[in-house]
């Protein structure tokens, strides 16, 4: 299996479940990796033959910063629904954080695997 990946995409959306993050819009960072076989783009060179990061990161932005989750599980399921449906991927890990939402931490966050690694 080769893996196409997006580390550290930004993005700022309502998520959360007490008041005063409701009114607000908070960072979240995504890291995203994506099974694929791309032996075929590496013989053509054409982007149609491989998955284009670029748009799904595009993608995950769209749908991150339009949605109001409380739960950043909740929005880390969509978004890997998302990404299954909308780009044809069979297996993804996507990591999520949102620095800051524990004062004497860095980072918490959820991880989650979909589909099956080949």
């Known amino acids: ?7 550290d995409l ?10 005063w993050e409701r009114k607000i819009r908070q960072r979240l960072v995504f890291n995203v990796e994506l099974g694929t076989d791309f032996s075929a783009a590496a013989n053509s060179d054409d982007l149609v033959d491989t998955l284009d990061y670029k748009a ?12 109001s989750y409380q739960l950043v599980e909740a929005l880390v399921e969509a978004v890997a629904q998302m ?4 780009f044809g991927v069979k297996w ?6 949102k620095p800051g939402a524990v004062s004497c931490a860095k980072s918490v966050g959820v991880k989650i695997e979909r589909g099956q690694k080949w």
Do not use: P, Q, Y
């Open 1 to 7: 299996m080769d893996i196409v990946f997006i580390r």
């Open 10 to 19: 930004e993005v700022k959306t309502v998520i959360g479940v007490f008041d």
């Open 56 to 67: 799904i990161s595009h993608a995950i932005e769209e749908m991150a910063e339009a949605s």
């Open 83 to 86: 990404i299954i449906k909308e």
């Open 92 to 97: 993804l890990s996507i990591t999520l954080d």
